[in-house]
């Protein structure tokens, strides 16, 4: 079952925060530290109230095994770029010990349908270099590369 999270998930939020973190940690460690999460407590519960930052999650046995983090963007009144309504993905993840078994795909397919019901333009999200089971999960679900970003640095201490 998909829903959206409510404060009595945080726990179990938590857990799938770690778990992205750490692949996040071990793909970049010059950036990411190990064992932490994006977002405390009282962070997550604001977010769970936030109706421009919904938070999916997909409940099976009632335990939460995996969400979905999205972020409503709408681009107006610019003068190079044009309006555009896009939900963004900022996080996707399933448990390790259920993964392969097509959660992470109805979680996307939820995110596409919430999309096409709610009038957005886009469909959304980034994935860090070095994440490349993202990366081909993304590419088998038909999503294609619509910008690159790269930051150039040199440590100088």
């Known amino acids: 079952m998909i829903r959206r999270a409510t ?4 726990d179990d939020i938590k857990k799938l925060l770690l778990q992205v973190n750490n692949v996040h940690a071990l793909a970049r460690p010059d950036i990411f530290i190990p064992n932490q999460t994006k977002y405390n407590d009282c962070e997550l519960k604001e977010l769970i109230k936030n109706d421009n930052k919904p938070i999916f999650v997909y409940e099976e046995n009632n335990k939460v095994i995996a969400h979905m983090f999205c ?3 709408i681009t107006k009144d610019s003068h190079i770029l044009k309006d555009k309504k896009e939900l963004y993905i ?3 993840c399933v448990l390790d010990e259920y993964r392969k078994k097509g959660i992470g795909t109805k979680l996307y397919e939820f995110g596409l349908k ?8 886009y469909l959304t999200l980034n994935v860090w270099e070095g ?7 993304y590419q088998n679900l038909g999503l294609s590369i619509r910008n ?7 440590r100088v201490g």
Request: proline share 0%.
């Open 148 to 154: 690159i970003h790269r930051s150039e640095e040199r």
């Open 7 to 10: 404060i009595n998930d945080i």
């Open 71 to 73: 972020i409503i963007e």
């Open 90 to 92: 900022d996080d996707l």
């Open 114 to 121: 919430y999309a096409k019901d709610n009038d957005f333009d």
């Open 131 to 137: 994440n490349n089971e993202a990366i081909k999960f």
